[in-house]
């Protein structure tokens, strides 16, 4: 049988399975919306008892605490592997990417190891997501001040 | 519906930053890092908000949210006290989840055992 290029191409494209980009957006979906839907039900259940704000961060806190649950016998890591972004961009991802070097470098020590290597992450993200909430809030009050 | 909202808007969240690593390389820090000061950036101009209004948790709880979080902090701040609020703002509303994050961290290591984290 005589295949041109192109024939070639479509055949290969309906035998073979789906790129590994559109898999790992596929799964970063799904896990990453479960992991916001799970967030949804527990800031509901919040609302009963707390104002927006309040039962906002205490969102936070439960998914960070269940994420520090998973992290220690390393389930987030094995989620994490096929989940991609869908794990990481959530908070969860956050709490993660805290809680992980804090119990792997525990061997150098509680200060060098645990205290400083806890910012690996979280450093950097705190120190551009504070400095740009800074720049904002400067903007913010000169445009109070102008209009 | 919530619900609804919250699984799509979040999922599309990370559906992004999944094509940003798969075709920049950028590593997991620099996507969280960026991921945080896009969402400053995205609730200074008025486009966050609706968001949160429409998906609840589904933008809240992936880390544009948190850029969100210091952005709404810093302006409350600087309408209750002027231009210190910008200093003081941004990680007053952020505090709950830097702390616990921190908290339950140095407690998993506490528990926990150096492992091979793949």
Same mark, same amino acid.
């Given at each position: !049988? #005589?295949? $041109?290029?192109?024939?070639? $191409?479509? !055949? ?8 590994? &980009?559109?898999? $790992? ?32 961060t205490?969102?936070?806190i ?6 520090? %649950?998973?992290? %220690? ?8 592997? #096929?989940?991609?972004?869908? *794990? ?8 993660n ?8 470098? #525990? ?17 950097p993200?705190i ?10 809030? &400067? ?9 | !519906?919530?619900? &609804? ?51 609840? @948790?589904? @933008? ?27 200093? *003081? ?12 994050? %921190? ?16």
């Amino acid at each position: !049988m #005589k295949l $041109d290029p192109r024939r070639y $191409d479509e !055949m290969i494209g309906r035998a073979s399975p789906p790129s590994p &980009v559109v898999r $790992d957006c596929a799964w970063a979906f799904c896990v990453g919306g479960a992991i916001c839907t799970l967030g949804e039900g527990l800031r509901q259940l919040f609302l009963i008892w707390y104002d927006k704000t309040l039962a906002g961060t205490l969102t936070s806190i439960a998914l960070i605490f269940l994420a520090a %649950l998973c992290t %220690l016998p390393g389930w987030y890591q094995k989620l994490a592997a #096929k989940a991609g972004a869908g *794990t990481l961009v959530p908070i969860t991802g956050f709490a993660n990417s805290v809680v992980s070097p804090a119990i792997e470098f #525990k061997a150098e020590g509680w200060i060098t190891g645990v205290g400083a290597k806890i910012f690996g992450i979280a450093g950097p993200v705190i120190a551009y997501g504070t400095l740009a909430s800074f720049v904002w809030g &400067v903007l913010y009050w000169l445009l109070g001040k102008v209009g | !519906m919530n619900y &609804v909202w919250a699984f799509v808007v979040g999922g599309a969240i990370c559906v992004v930053g999944q094509l940003l690593i798969d075709y920049t390389k950028l590593s997991p820090a620099r996507v969280l890092t960026g991921y945080v000061v896009a969402g400053v950036i995205l609730s200074a101009v008025g486009l966050y908000k609706p968001l949160v209004d429409l998906a609840g @948790a589904g @933008a809240s709880v992936p880390l544009l949210g948190f850029g969100h979080l210091l952005a709404q902090g810093v302006q409350n701040a600087v309408d209750s006290c002027g231009l210190p609020g910008a200093f *003081t703002g941004g990680l007053t509303a952020a505090s709950g989840g830097i702390a616990a994050s %921190l908290i339950f961290g140095v407690l998993a290591a506490a528990v926990g055992k150096s492992r091979d984290q793949n």
